[in-house]
């Protein structure tokens, strides 16, 4: 199997089109993009499946940076966290990991959620030290419907202000770290902190708030050295990206997800542009500036 294959599991996409007569909004998905899923992602059958567990364990999460991780809780279970140290201390992967790798124009990025899993993990915002923990909704864990087919995280000291309105996009941020899809041919486990090269960005307003999606490729992976901008990622792979976050929340009845810029992926300048942005705002937010509100930033 070549890299580019095993990089580009996005078969199912090409199907996701409104049907006729249907309006984007209250279209939800049907059975067939749901068995294609299925059929894409041999790996995992449950948010918490065996293959998915051993994949976590099996890569070293943050051994070359000098930091370490631990689990507490039960998996599948809100009581899981995984914690980051640094030698004995505790450390927050939102606010003391830093944000720019060793090589220049590059960033770190924290993965939450390894490719081809389905549980939604997130770095906890609103709790000490920030662990990384499975986002719950309504009382209940949340589970993508099908895997995501790229190692998903965040970028450490960014963050989405939701009191800042976007001069043209005329929405405000989602009070969270930016997004990061790292589109390597390895699954990374979670926790793992891996320096990345960005190579564009993605506006995308869920529920009327700006919610950036930067694609980037870990500096160590075998495509690194192809891919250095926007156009040099596959056709298949941006446009993968794009209808799975289009689409993916449809299944609990949501809308469709929207983008901003007609759509289009920005090329990585503007990438670094916006990641800039956000570490810009993280910083206010950080030093008592803005109100954190029920963020827990280490200084309240």
Known sequence: MNAFFRQTTTPFLLLLKPRAGVKPSTMKFTSAPLALLAIAAPITTSAWSTAAVRSIRTVPATILHGYSTATSGESATDSFRLSFNE???????????PLKGKTEGTYNAVIEIPKMTKAKMEVATKEPNNPIAQDVKKGKLRDYHGPIFWNYGCLPQTWENPNEEHPELK????????????????????????EVKPLGVLAMIDDGELDWKVIAIATDDELAKEYND??????????????????????????????????????????????????????????????????????N
């Open 171 to 194: 929405c405000f941020g989602d009070n969270d770290p930016i997004d990061v899809v790292e589109i390597g041919s390895k699954a990374l486990g979670m926790g793992t902190v891996t």
């Open 87 to 97: 030698g004995d201390a505790t450390i927050s992967p939102w606010h003391d990991i």
């Open 230 to 299: 926007i156009d040099d990622v596959p056709n298949a792979v941006k446009d993968g990206i794009r209808e799975w976050f289009r689409w993916y929340k449809t299944p609990d009845d949501k809308p469709l997800n929207g983008f901003g810029f007609d759509e289009k992926w920005l090329d990585a300048k503007n990438a670094h542009e916006v990641i800039e942005e956000t570490h810009e705002a993280w910083k206010k937010l950080r030093s008592g500036d803005i109100e954190a509100g029920k963020l827990w930033t280490g200084k």
